[in-house]
């Protein structure tokens, strides 16, 4: 038996204390005041280094109370997209968070309930951490975010990024979410924008590509040649960033999360992402407001009722997890670009409704109706492909 120093006991242990799981933590800390509840975190600073964004439309204004006191950078006038043939300014506002300001509004709220160290061990209601220490828990939520997505069929959204000191204002007043007048790359290639400051900008560099190594080196020298061809002198890198994420469009949710596996599980690691984008951040508020409501729950009850939220989640994703299908199988590399262009040439609602997972059944006619950006027969073909 361990010693009492080495052992600790809360209602709830949430592993991980990335996105989903620190939003979970703040959620059942709102409704629950009083609920003992630790977060394990292995780093030594809360979600990571990340930049994560959201469209207004992507969280429903009554839940915004979870995310508003993490947004750093809010900018009211909406977005711009840039392709060869056409730019749009879309006005819905758009909100990015940083690691930094997570970290410390988890650690504001949650105090000495912050617990760090590696889980090398799980169960519905008890963590082993390397350092010896346990944790007795009355549920357990693994939120420690990747999962085995070897046994899913992926595409991957992959990405450097790097907050970049100007020596003269860079001039732009909104977000650029995708320039893809940019040379394409690796699939289909587009640079992110977001003006942080006036003489600051985050610059990240995206590819949708079939393989998920990441060029880190290379892609940082287009990011210095895409400032010198915006104008820009450089004074410092500020930040970078790096991230690859699936782009799941075939695999089965039993073989990512067997239903003998009896832990709860958040995040990326319960498969709660959307599957044509990858972005995470509207399904992670959606859980855990869930958790919150459904608490208090043991730790088998908690991943009954987790397993099947998440499989409902991914049945619902199966017309994206279709046109990931169709991009990445039936659309050539060079070419990806084109599905994007007309995609964003389509009404400002239809296009939140995508990104926030909630297109309707008249949105998803209309995306793949009309002249399609894909060969019809590559596309049939694609389709008819069991996998």
């Known amino acids: 038996m361990p010693s009492p120093s080495n052992s600790l006991s809360c209602d709830l242990a949430i592993v991980g204390g990335g996105l989903a799981g620190g939003l979970i933590a703040l959620a ?83 105090g000495d309930r912050v617990v760090q160290g590696e889980a090398v061990a799980l169960s519905p209601g008890a963590v082993k951490l390397a ?86 080196d290379a892609i940082r020298s287009r990011i210095a040649d895409y400032a010198k061809t915006q104008g820009w002198r450089v004074e410092q890198v500020v930040h970078e960033e790096t991230g690859v994420l699936p782009v799941v469009h075939g695999g089965a949710f039993d073989a990512f999360w067997p239903n003998t596996d009896p832990v709860a599980r958040a995040g990326v690691r319960g498969g709660l992402f959307h599957p044509m984008t990858g972005y995470s951040l509207p399904d992670a508020v959606a859980f855990a407001l869930h958790i919150a409501d459904k608490w208090p729950l043991d730790g088998a009850s908690l ?13 619902s994703g199966g017309y994206y997890r279709m046109l990931g299908k169709m991009l990445f199988r039936a659309a050539e590399p060079a070419a990806r670009y084109r599905i994007f262009e007309r995609f964003y040439r389509l009404s400002p609602a239809l296009i939140q409704r995508f990104y926030a997972g909630r297109s309707t059944a008249c949105d998803k006619a209309r995306i793949l109706c009309g002249r399609p950006p894909v060969p019809i027969s590559s596309a049939l073909k694609t389709l008819l492909t069991r996998g």
């Open 131 to 216: 350092d010896g220490r346990e944790i007795a828990a009355a549920s357990v939520i693994d939120a420690r975010g990747g999962g085995d997505l070897s046994v899913l069929q992926c595409g991957w959204q992959k990405f450097v990024g790097q907050t970049l000191r100007l020596s003269a204002p860079h001039g732009l007043a909104r977000p650029v979410i995708m320039d893809a007048s940019v040379e394409q790359i690796d699939g289909y290639r587009f640079v992110y924008l977001l003006p942080v400051s006036a003489d600051e900008i985050f610059v990240e560099d995206t590819y949708y590509s079939n393989g998920s190594d990441l060029p880190v």
């Open 28 to 110: 059942v800390l709102k409704a629950h005041p009083d609920a003992r509840l630790l977060l394990v975190e292995r780093e030594a600073s809360m979600g990571g280094n990340h930049v994560w964004s959201f469209f207004d439309g992507d969280v429903r204004q009554a839940d915004r109370w979870l995310v508003d006191p993490v947004v750093a950078y809010r900018w009211e006038g909406g977005h711009d997209v840039r392709f060869p043939s056409f730019n749009r300014t879309l006005h819905t506002p758009y909100n990015s968070i940083t690691s930094a300001k997570f970290d410390a509004h988890l650690r504001d709220v949650l």
């Open 303 to 315: 991943a009954i009722e987790n397993r099947r939220w998440a499989n409902a989640h991914w049945a």
